[in-house]
């Protein structure tokens, strides 16, 4: 059964509140179910927004059942490596006595990896001449190394489960020439949304020239592409399928080279990768560039009249991030904000609290900027109409990346014999 749930004002009051319904989307009858068609508006009346941005976490990659990696797995994954040298760092920095959230069945400490690597970072600053300092050191790169490595995962996935991502790509992607471009800004290191970009014949631009060596410069996001083949007065037409990606943690296939931040190819050996690994110091790195570059786009935009920011798979455990998004909800009038992620409504989950009992307070206050919605990627992917017809550009597009898939099959059989 594909269950969702929805929270905002259109939902009715029980017992004088506003309570999250459940929208059972296999239902025969969901048509006419008015929480059903309050959902679909939710979701509709956000995209028809000029200035449309997306905030993806995760959650998104976690549709790739079993191959993206979760948190759990990253603290399984990095212990895993040297099982010894795991224990005695959870013993240099404490970690039972820091974590102060417990399984309920058990009362053993969580397994936050986050947390153990934020110890690690403050066992390093605090006693840098210890002996047991450079175990810990030796922990910690080896633990960046191991996320890095699980996060680049794109040549795993099999082309029927691209399914989710090529439709949101090609769903928010294809937008009117009088509406801004699609500002994706994203805190995962892999390259999903790039692979699904180019799965359905979009440019992305990402900050780097179109050049190799490719390196990274801001200002590639002001510039646009046109076609001036089709216009008569030389000034050319925008291209259609064309979108901005923001990457605000980095990515697997960026490194740094003599100061300046490079693009390379995501299986190429990197001696110094350039993303921000999950702990209490990325606070600090993200004033670094090209982190600055990216968080500064993203306050900017947010903060833009006629903007919609569609935040997915993201559990707002992001301090920059949120004090951002709550800042363009009390002095922005005219932004809107939907989330759509698992669990948004467990006070035992992931999600942050603080912003639950913030939103959800603002929405039983009558503010209609505002919606929640409990789904998966894969759930809200499946929710999405197709707002725009296939340009004969994208079909032949298709029709030859399908020729090429078949060719390729059929030579790989006949290879076999």
Known sequence: ?????????????????????????????????????????????????????????????????????????????????????????LDAVRFDRNQTKKDEKTGRPWNDIELLLSLCDQYIALFPD???????????EQSKKTILDETNFTDSIESNDWISHDKFIRTLGRRSPKQQRLKLFTTNYDLAFEHAAGNNGF?????????????????????????????????????????????MHGSVNWTRERGRVKKVDYKA??????????????????????YLDMMSSFLNSIQQPKTAL????????????????????????EFNILIATKDPFNKQGSFNGEIRDLLTSAINQGDRRIAIIDATFEQFSNLLLERRKETPEEKLFKTFESLAQNITKNKGEDDEF
Request: glycine share 4%.
């Open 310 to 333: 569609l935040c997915l798979g993201f559990g707002f455990n992001d301090k920059h991030i949120n004090n951002a998004v709550t800042m363009a909800l009390r002095t922005n009038a």
């Open 1 to 89: 059964m594909k269950k969702v749930k929805l929270l905002s004002t259109f939902v009715k009051r029980t017992e004088g509140v506003k309570i999250p319904v459940e929208v059972d989307i296999d239902s025969s009858d969901i048509k006419d179910n008015e929480d059903y068609q309050a959902l679909l508006s939710s979701i509709n009346s956000l995209l028809d927004f000029d200035n449309l941005i997306v905030l993806a976490g995760s959650g998104t990659s976690l549709t790739f059942t079993d191959i993206a990696p979760s948190m759990g797995q990253l603290w399984n994954k990095c212990k895993e490596q040297d099982p010894a040298l795991f224990e005695s760092t």
């Open 269 to 290: 050996t990197i001696d110094e990768p350039v993303f921000i690994y999950p702990s209490s110091s990325k606070y600090q790195t993200s004033y670094d560039s090209p």
């Open 203 to 247: 440019v992305v631009i990402d900050g780097f020239d179109f050049s190799s060596p490719s390196y990274f410069n801001p200002a590639w996001y002001r510039y646009d592409i046109v076609d001036r083949s089709v216009s008569t007065n030389n000034s050319g037409s925008y291209i259609p399928n064309v979108i901005h990606l923001y990457k």
């Open 130 to 140: 210890e002996t047991g300092t450079s175990e810990i050191k030796s922990f910690l």
